[in-house]
Structures are given as C-alpha cells and as structure tokens.
C-alpha cells in the first residue's frame, strides 16, 4: 500500500485527483450527473481505506474501483451517449444490457456506506469502527449475501483508532474537520441525486 504524502499545511483531501466538490452536476438537466470527473471522484475516494490502514478494507476498496470499472467501460464504448452517469444509464438499458447500471447501483451504495459512516463520526466522538458498523447496517448490509457480510465486519473491526486516522488527514484538525464536512455533503447531495433516480422506473431492467 502506497504511502500517500499530505503536503505541508494541506489536509489529505488534497491529494486527491478529483474531489466529488468539483463533480459538476446540471440542475438544467435534472440534475445530471457528469461521468468522467464522478469517476474520477470516486477513485479518489477509495484512498481513504489506505489511510484506514488495514489489508480487511482491501476487498471493499476492489468492489468500489470494480463498479468504477464497468461505468468506464460503458463510458468508453459510448461516449456521446454517456456524458452523464443518468444518460448513461438510459441508454445502456435501451440496449438491452444492463452491466454498467448494476455497476453504478453498487458503486453508489458503496459511496453512501463511506459518506455516512465518516459524516457521521466527523460530527461526533465515537471510534470509527463504530461509525462505520452503524452506517453499514444502513446501506449495504441488507443487500449482502452471508458470504460477504463477515468481510465486511472484519474490516469495520479493523478500523483504526480516531486519533491515529484524522492525524493521518493533516495536521491542522480544525482545516481537516472542515474540508472533510465540505467534501462530504458534496458527497451526500450526488449520492441523494443517484439514488432518486436509480430508484427511478426509468433505471429499471
């Protein structure tokens, strides 16, 4: 696992490629989501179980960037049809195939799982595992089968103490804990907008 370097006076969220801050989403366009930085964004992201430190979150960052994955290769094999995640999704479904889509079901789970367990121990004092235990019987957990659910407990109990993470984040605790909110209600919004439509008869197959 390769040591990421936070630079001096910076927070780790700088190290990242593409900040889902910076993911434009089109308000005149019901919101649309665009493709190629939401997938850059969400690479990024998987970083974060790097500095959670331990080889259990290994399989749950594989089954993030394996989602991201199939998005691309929808992304690549139509690209005009594929600028926004939700045009993407309408017109993969019209051919009848439904890989990427299924991809971007996970994948926004998987980012909920993330998003929710960090807002929720940013705001409070609790130890990450915790955190991410609480927030994984909310999202991902009911769609598990039993031979996943035990990889991901082990990775909740292999969480880090929250002192040893957040210093990992920067060493200005009070930048880190407001880019940290920032990045994560950008997060939250997208996943909110996803998930709508995704529940959406339009996203069905």
């Not at 430190?53 to 399989?59: E, L, M, N």
């Not at 890989?99 to 121990?121: H, I």
Request: proline letters at 3%; hydrophobic letters at 40%.
């Amino acid at each position: 696992m390769a040591t990421i370097q936070v630079p001096a006076g910076g927070t780790y969220l700088d190290t990242f490629k593409r900040s889902f801050t910076q993911v434009p989403v089109d308000a005149e366009k019901g919101n649309a989501v665009s493709t190629t930085e939401f997938l850059e964004a969400a690479e990024s992201l998987t970083t974060i179980f790097d500095v959670l430190g331990s080889v259990a979150f290994s399989p749950v960052k594989k089954d993030l960037l394996g989602n991201v994955e199939k998005i691309r290769a929808r992304q690549l094999a139509a690209p005009v049809e594929s600028e926004n995640l939700q045009d993407l999704v309408r017109n993969e479904l019209k051919s009848k195939s439904h890989k990427a889509t299924e991809g971007l079901v996970w994948l926004v789970r998987g980012l909920e799982f993330t998003c929710l367990g960090l807002s929720k121990n940013v705001s409070t004092s609790e130890e990450l595992a915790d955190s991410f235990r609480g927030s994984y019987s909310a999202t991902l957990k009911p769609h598990h089968s039993f031979v996943i659910k035990p990889i991901f407990s082990a990775a909740m109990s292999a969480c880090p103490y929250r002192k040893d993470f957040y210093a990992k984040l920067g060493d200005d605790q009070e930048k880190v804990n407001a880019e940290l909110k920032d990045y994560l209600a950008a997060l939250e919004k997208i996943v909110g907008i996803l998930k709508t439509f995704l529940e959406s008869k339009e996203a069905k197959w």
